[in-house]
């Protein structure tokens, strides 16, 4: 059995990693989130889910809500997104957990080249130097994280990415679907050695541009 813990657990991408990770029928789930409404799931399975409302700022909420699992999955979002990252760290380090999963963004190392990258820190502005606040928390810790910075996040019905290794390496790309980030988290679960210590963009190939098509 493994255990999962996903922080933000009806987040976007969340859901859609969640859906992967039980078709392993050896997956076990503990859904950590602010609004259990929001997950709008029709059927929990009560066998190899659980469900735990709190708030991933606060350890005395975090840190028992995660005692157990095996490895921790952070699909997390926000303004106090540091405060959450030094919470995780700390309430992984009092359970003992070693693996976390920190979905962040491009651009937080000013990693992205050339045009696109002036458009996405325009854009971006100080969401990304508070990004980079919360990854420099996980990468500081001694946790065996992988950190996952996506480029911008379609809902497309399509798993189609390569991988960036490296927070220096040139990110590729302008966009990735969702689905692909959440095939790669469970890629990871799967192998769990799998870019441990890694910190790794994620993009759909050939969406090289000055911005997303879209806009
Ligand atoms: N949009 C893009 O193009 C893009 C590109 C790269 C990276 N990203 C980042 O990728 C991450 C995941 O994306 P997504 O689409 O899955 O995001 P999402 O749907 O906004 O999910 C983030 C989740 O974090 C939860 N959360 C926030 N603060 C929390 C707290 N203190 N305690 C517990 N849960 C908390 C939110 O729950 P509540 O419902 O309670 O607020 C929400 O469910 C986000 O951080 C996003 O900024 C986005």
Redesign the pocket.
């Known amino acids: 059995m493994t255990k999962i813990a996903v922080?933000?657990?009806?987040?976007?991408?969340?859901?859609l990693a969640e859906n992967l990770f039980l078709e392993d029928k050896n997956n076990e789930l503990i859904l950590?989130?602010?609004?259990p409404n929001?997950l709008d799931k029709k059927d929990i399975d009560d066998q190899r889910e659980r469900i735990v409302v709190?708030?991933?700022?606060?350890l005395d909420e975090l840190a028992p809500a995660i005692k157990g699992a095996d490895i921790v999955y952070a699909?997390?979002?926000?303004s106090?997104?540091e405060d959450?990252a030094k919470t995780v760290v700390k309430a992984m380090d009092e359970d003992g957990i070693k693996r976390l999963i920190w979905?962040?963004?491009?651009g937080v190392y000013d990693e992205v080249p050339g045009k696109f990258g002036e458009w996405n820190k325009n854009i971006l502005g100080s969401?990304l130097t508070t990004?980079r606040a919360a990854a420099d928390q996980i990468t500081a810790s001694d946790l065996d994280y992988t950190i996952i910075?996506?480029?911008?996040?379609t809902n497309k019905d399509e798993v189609d990415y390569e991988i960036t290794e490296g927070a220096t390496t040139p990110f590729k790309g302008t966009e990735v679907s969702?689905l692909s980030?959440a095939s790669y988290v469970n890629e990871i679960v799967k192998d769990q050695s799998k870019d441990s210590r890694g910190n790794v963009g994620l993009n759909k190939p050939n969406t090289d541009g000055d911005k997303p098509a879209w806009y």
């Not at 950590?32 to 609004?35: A, Y």
């Not at 699909?75 to 926000?78: D, I, M, Q, V």
């Open positions: 922080l933000g657990a009806s987040g976007q991408i969340a859901k950590f989130l602010r609004h929001k709190g708030d991933a700022s606060k699909n997390l979002a926000g106090n997104i959450q979905i962040s963004s491009l969401y990004y910075r996506p480029a911008w996040l969702r980030v």
